[in-house]
Every structure is written in C-alpha cells, then in structure tokens.
C-alpha cells in the first residue's frame, strides 16, 4: 500500500518551475532513482546529494528513561539510540558515494547537536553500514559559515525575505552542515560558495515542506543547475 501511495505521490505533486523541481514521496528508492537519472545526465561527480537528518536519514521510533517515562522534545536527540528511516538507506547512500556522487547533510541542528548526531551517524545501526559523509570532495571543514538571517515576508514580497544580517553559528563538519534553523535554501547556496563546488544537478531530501520550498525559492531561476527536491513523508505524522 505504501508502495501504491508513493507512485501516486510522485505522479500527483510533481512540479517544475524554471529549473528547480519538488516530489513528494514516501520511498526512499525514488530519490535514489532520480540520482541515477541525474549521474547519467551530467556525471556523477557533477551531482550534489543533500540530506536532512532528523525522520530523513534517522528516526528515533522509541525512548524512555529508566524510570519507565518517554523522552520528548529536543532531549530525546541528545539521549535516545535513533534507526535508520528505511532499510536500503545505508547500502544506497554508500553505493553513490563508491560511484563518485558528491554527498552532504544538511540539518537545522545547532552545535549543541554535533556530538549526539556524529554518534548516531557513525554508529552500526543493528550491523547496518554507517551513514558518513566525510571525505572527498568535502575536506574543507568550517567552524562558523555566514548565512543570511530571514524574517517573514510582507503580503507584497518574494521570499526568501532578508533581515539584513548574518548569522555566523552554522557550521560545517566532516561532510554535515549544522545550520542551526537557518533558511536552509541559503544556507547550501552559501556553503557551496565557501566550498567552491559548482554541481549541473542537485538533489535535496528532507521531511519538512518548508525547507524543500526554501530550496526551491533559492534555486528555482538558477538556469545553471538542475534541482530536484524531495518532500519525504514516511515518518511524518
């Protein structure tokens, strides 16, 4: 059934506008195909892949403290063992990194949240590969990244709406951008510019439509890459 819903998904709110294009889905493998369709296109070594983390890469299903009481809020992050969101992710993620696709993660985290999350990507999920992001291409690192700061826009403005300022707390860490709530559509274009990286194609996954409409918002007139965003649903209530 969720197989079903997905295809349908797909069919139903895939949009294209200018160059930027958003799916919803409920599979990780279609975002894996389109990655495929992508490298064949333009090169995998010309195709960024971008990550959220949290009920994108990792989904914490289960916590409570001894006490028998369950861990909620922003605390379950730093204390709670997550799982991976789909059982081909470990595998799928690895094959395209050994294929020469550029891979990243890109999560609203702040710095509170480095150690818990390295923990979590690096540990062997029920014998499950690791999720790592190090490595080449990405072996600059960056302890502050400036991105701008956003507001909400007036009835009359095109997002995204700028405040004027940056904030330099986003950091970069062995192939994991910890954007601490920035606008996270700036905050890749930003990072890329400090990377120095220019990809054809890019492929953004993330749970919250928010965020893939604020990758949207930043790429959609960019003729010079292609986007493909991913509203991905399986762990969302």
């Known amino acids: 059934m969720k197989k079903l819903l997905s295809s349908l998904l797909l069919v139903l709110s895939f949009t294209s506008l200018g160059q930027s294009q958003v799916t919803t889905t409920l599979e990780m493998s279609d975002v894996f195909k389109t990655v495929d369709m992508l490298g064949e296109k333009y090169g995998q070594q010309n195709t960024l892949v971008v990550f959220d983390i949290d009920d994108t890469l990792l989904v914490i299903e289960h916590c409570q403290r001894p006490d028998g009481s369950w861990t909620r809020g922003i605390g379950k992050l730093f204390h709670c063992p997550s799982e991976h969101t789909e059982d081909i992710l470990a595998n799928e993620l690895r094959r395209i990194q050994e294929s020469g696709y550029?891979?990243?993660?890109?999560?609203?985290?702040?710095?509170?949240?480095?150690?818990?999350?390295?923990?979590?990507?690096?540990?062997?999920?029920?014998?499950?590969?690791?999720?790592?992001?190090?490595?080449k291409p990405h072996l600059k690192e960056f302890n502050s990244v400036s991105v701008p700061r956003t507001r909400r826009c007036k009835a009359d403005e095109i997002p995204p709406c700028l405040k004027g300022e940056?904030?330099?707390?986003?950091?970069?860490?062995?192939?994991v951008m910890y954007a601490n709530g920035?606008?996270?559509?700036?905050?890749?274009?930003?990072?890329?510019?400090?990377?120095?990286?220019?990809?054809?194609?890019?492929?953004?996954?993330?749970?919250?439509?928010k965020n893939t409409d604020d990758v949207h918002?930043?790429?959609?007139?960019?003729?010079?890459?292609?986007?493909h965003n991913f509203l991905y649903l399986r762990h969302r209530d």
Request: aromatic content about 8%.
């Open 102 to 135: 550029s891979t990243i993660a890109l999560t609203a985290r702040g710095a509170s949240l480095i150690k818990p999350t390295k923990r979590e990507l690096a540990r062997r999920h029920f014998r499950k590969k690791t999720l790592i992001f190090k490595g």
């Open 166 to 175: 940056d904030s330099d707390k986003p950091k970069f860490l062995e192939g």
């Open 182 to 209: 920035t606008h996270k559509g700036l905050a890749l274009k930003r990072l890329l510019e400090e990377l120095g990286d220019t990809y054809s194609a890019i492929v953004f996954i993330d749970d919250r439509k």
């Open 217 to 227: 918002e930043v790429y959609k007139n960019q003729g010079s890459v292609e986007v």
